[in-house]
């Protein structure tokens, strides 16, 4: 009898028929939050197909689109006034281990100022994503991974879209395409690639375009994805993830696990700032405090299980307060190492005030890795010269960033030798290729990602608070049709936050076994007690408006 009634409350929400007596208020509209379409076509395209697909479920939906940088504040900032919005975790090397990703995402810990903006928060999932922190046993790891994505698939905190095949160009005239790095997961936009990079003949500058803006260069901010690109270069990190997604040592000298909760790390020796004054353990040790101390909230919970550090003459010993078998790469493959001398008058500042080191600009910033700040020139470009004394030198003199929000105008400049590389395409990867046949002088390449493109729910607010709710908006926007309308094919459809780039830790049976349809997802709403009139949906029972929605 049950499934009958449910059965039967299905084709009424189908066929939008009169009001059941126990229905709520009507759901308010919606709003989704997306980046223009001239600089990520993809994106926005996304975002109407989707829009459209849940209009189809009785909702009211606005699609707002905005600025990267007033997006991000607006999402990151001000958590409980949003209701939906598109967003993109880029393919660091670092979360070539799932725990960034399993962790700090979804825990409730980073809920109120870190990555958890979306506020989801499940005891459940909690335990998991801790459980898997802790444990060295590689197979049992692997388990717990794979029971987070499934806990994340029964909840959708996320409604997965798809991991991009991202797609690269560059002038293979200027560049030697034998010293390209194409990094597993990443693609050949990487820093392994431009710290090696070889030019073919008299022109020495690498010119790259990105479509978003940059908002900082911090090493205590974690920023957007083109951010990234630079604070890489500019200040080191003990150890990096190679191109084969392992870690390895970089400013370390070497490390060696002593026990499951003690690591020494050797520091290598002759570096120096980009000031001129040498790197010591002593910086390496406050680099690290910064971060438990919670001056750099955002990368907080990379540092929360050091119990204490020391020093002894080269070697630092990292002493956990239990085993961690991701903290190598999640944190001190992730962590910038800064320098004591500059940083520390600059946070005792800081901690008389409000804002945190995440908002504090250096007028020079001060790193110690393969390319020194040279200039920035806001909403215009970022220029950067080779660290000559560097240990891994650069083969190329400057690393240049130019800021160019169209995708047609990137392809253009790269076409007619203004920019020599091409660090996004946002645009369709067809006219890339194409380009690339006619021309003759371009090399393309595609990856599978590891970072993926989403929707996130704020789950502060009503509906968006309901897992069934969350879960009919996400069954009812078949992934394919974003793959092949919006990605042009240049993508994977996705269900999990691990990609399949990371073959060992994806769980592809959440992917394979998660159903799309219209009338699924209709009937997850009726299941739940959502009710149609006149075609708009209203919340189940008695529920008011007012008391669930901020």
């Given at each position: 009898?049950?499934?009958?009634?449910?059965?039967?409350?299905?084709?009424?929400?189908?066929?939008?028929?009169?009001?059941?007596?126990?229905?709520?208020?009507?759901?308010?509209?919606?709003?989704?939050?997306?980046?223009?379409?001239?600089?990520?076509?993809?994106?926005?395209?996304?975002?109407?197909?989707?829009?459209?697909?849940?209009?189809?479920?009785?909702?009211?939906v606005?699609?707002?689109?905005?600025?990267?940088?007033?997006?991000?504040?607006?999402?990151?900032y001000?958590?409980?006034?949003?209701?939906?919005?598109?967003?993109?975790?880029?393919?660091?090397?670092?979360?070539?281990?799932p725990?960034?990703?399993?962790?700090?995402?979804?825990?409730?810990?980073?809920?109120?100022?870190?990555?958890?903006?979306?506020?989801?928060?499940?005891?459940d999932?909690?335990?998991?994503?801790?459980?898997?922190?802790?444990?060295?046993?590689q197979?049992?790891?692997?388990?717990?991974?794979?029971?987070?994505?499934?806990?994340l698939?029964?909840?959708?905190?996320?409604?997965?879209?798809?991991?991009?095949?991202?797609?690269?160009?560059?002038?293979?005239?200027?560049?030697?395409?034998?010293?390209?790095?194409?990094?597993?997961?990443?693609?050949?936009?990487?820093?392994?690639?431009?710290?090696?990079?070889?030019?073919?003949?008299?022109?020495?500058?690498?010119?790259?375009?990105?479509?978003?803006n940059?908002?900082?260069?911090?090493?205590?901010?974690?920023?957007?994805?083109?951010?990234?690109?630079?604070?890489?270069?500019?200040?080191?990190?003990?150890?990096?993830?190679?191109?084969?997604?392992?870690?390895?040592?970089?400013?370390?000298?070497?490390?060696?696990?002593?026990?499951?909760?003690?690591?020494?790390?050797?520091?290598?020796?002759?570096?120096?700032?980009?000031?001129?004054?040498?790197?010591?353990?002593?910086?390496?040790?406050?680099?690290?405090?910064?971060?438990?101390?919670?001056?750099?909230?955002?990368?907080?919970?990379?540092?929360?299980?050091?119990?204490?550090?020391?020093?002894?003459?080269?070697?630092?010993t990292?002493?956990?307060?239990?085993?961690?078998?991701?903290?190598?790469?999640?944190?001190?493959?992730?962590?910038?190492?800064?320098?004591?001398?500059?940083?520390?008058?600059?946070?005792?500042?800081l901690?008389?005030?409000?804002?945190?080191?995440?908002?504090?600009?250096?007028?020079?910033?001060?790193?110690?890795?393969?390319?020194?700040?040279?200039?920035?020139?806001?909403?215009?470009?970022?220029?950067?010269?080779?660290?000559?004394?560097?240990?891994?030198?650069?083969?190329?003199?400057?690393?240049?960033?130019?800021?160019?929000?169209?995708?047609?105008?990137?392809?253009?400049?790269?076409?007619?030798?203004?920019?020599?590389?091409?660090?996004?395409?946002?645009?369709?990867?067809?006219?890339?290729?194409?380009?690339?046949?006619?021309?003759?002088?371009?090399?393309?390449v595609?990856?599978?990602?590891?970072?993926?493109?989403?929707?996130?729910?704020?789950?502060?607010?009503?509906?968006?608070?309901?897992?069934?709710f969350?879960?009919?908006?996400?069954?009812?926007?078949?992934?394919?049709?974003?793959?092949?309308?919006?990605?042009?094919?240049?993508?994977v459809?996705?269900?999990?936050?691990?990609?399949?780039?990371?073959?060992?830790?994806?769980?592809?049976?959440?992917v394979?076994?998660?159903?799309?349809?219209?009338e699924?997802?209709?009937?997850?709403?009726?299941?739940?007690?959502?009710?149609?009139?006149?075609?708009?949906?209203?919340?189940?029972?008695?529920?008011?408006?007012?008391?669930?929605?901020?």
């Open positions: 009898m049950k499934s009958i009634f449910r059965s039967a409350l299905t084709s009424l929400m189908l066929a939008a028929v009169a009001l059941p007596a126990w229905a709520g208020d009507p759901i308010r509209k919606i709003t989704l939050l997306t980046r223009p379409q001239a600089g990520q076509q993809a994106e926005f395209q996304s975002v109407q197909l989707i829009a459209q697909e849940w209009r189809k479920l009785g909702l009211d606005e699609v707002k689109a905005m600025p990267y940088e007033q997006l991000s504040d607006e999402v990151w001000k958590r409980d006034q949003w209701d939906s919005t598109a967003w993109q975790m880029v393919g660091r090397p670092e979360r070539s281990d725990d960034e990703l399993v962790f700090n995402l979804f825990h409730s810990s980073t809920a109120e100022n870190g990555y958890n903006f979306a506020g989801y928060l499940s005891k999932y909690d335990a998991t994503a801790e459980a898997q922190r802790g444990e060295i046993d197979d049992k790891r692997k388990s717990l991974v794979f029971k987070a994505q499934e806990i698939s029964k909840d959708q905190p996320y409604m997965m879209l798809v991991h991009p095949k991202s797609t690269f160009a560059f002038d293979k005239t200027v560049f030697k395409p034998e010293s390209v790095v194409n990094q597993s997961g990443i693609g050949i936009r990487n820093t392994w690639t431009f710290m090696n990079i070889e030019p073919a003949g008299a022109k020495k500058d690498l010119i790259i375009s990105s479509s978003d940059i908002r900082a260069i911090n090493p205590l901010y974690i920023s957007g994805g083109v951010d990234s690109w630079v604070t890489e270069l500019i200040w080191d990190r003990l150890l990096r993830v190679g191109p084969d997604g392992l870690p390895k040592p970089w400013a370390a000298e070497s490390f060696e696990w002593k026990d499951g909760t003690t690591i020494d790390v050797k520091l290598k020796s002759g570096m120096k700032w980009h000031d001129g004054e040498p790197v010591t353990p002593e910086d390496v040790k406050f680099s690290f405090e910064a971060a438990v101390g919670g001056e750099a909230p955002m990368y907080k919970p990379f540092a929360t299980n050091i119990d204490s550090i020391s020093i002894n003459g080269d070697v630092i990292f002493k956990l307060k239990k085993p961690a078998a991701s903290f190598v790469t999640s944190s001190l493959a992730k962590i910038n190492l800064i320098p004591k001398h500059i940083w520390e008058p600059i946070l005792k500042d901690a008389t005030k409000p804002e945190t080191a995440e908002s504090y600009q250096e007028k020079t910033p001060i790193g110690s890795g393969p390319f020194k700040f040279s200039a920035w020139a806001k909403n215009e470009s970022v220029t950067l010269v080779a660290n000559k004394d560097h240990f891994n030198a650069p083969k190329i003199d400057r690393w240049i960033l130019r800021i160019v929000p169209n995708a047609e105008a990137s392809l253009g400049m790269l076409r007619s030798g203004e920019t020599n590389f091409m660090g996004e395409f946002t645009g369709d990867p067809q006219i890339l290729q194409k380009a690339a046949e006619q021309d003759g002088d371009l090399e393309v595609s990856t599978v990602d590891m970072g993926f493109r989403y929707i996130a729910f704020n789950e502060r607010r009503a509906p968006f608070n309901d897992p069934a969350r879960r009919a908006l996400s069954e009812v926007v078949d992934r394919q049709l974003i793959v092949k309308a919006a990605y042009r094919g240049f993508a459809a996705s269900n999990s936050i691990v990609s399949p780039a990371l073959e060992y830790w994806h769980d592809k049976a959440v394979d076994g998660f159903k799309t349809g219209r699924l997802a209709a009937k997850t709403l009726a299941d739940a007690g959502y009710t149609l009139e006149g075609g708009k949906l209203h919340y189940p029972g008695d529920t008011k408006e007012s008391l669930t929605a901020k």
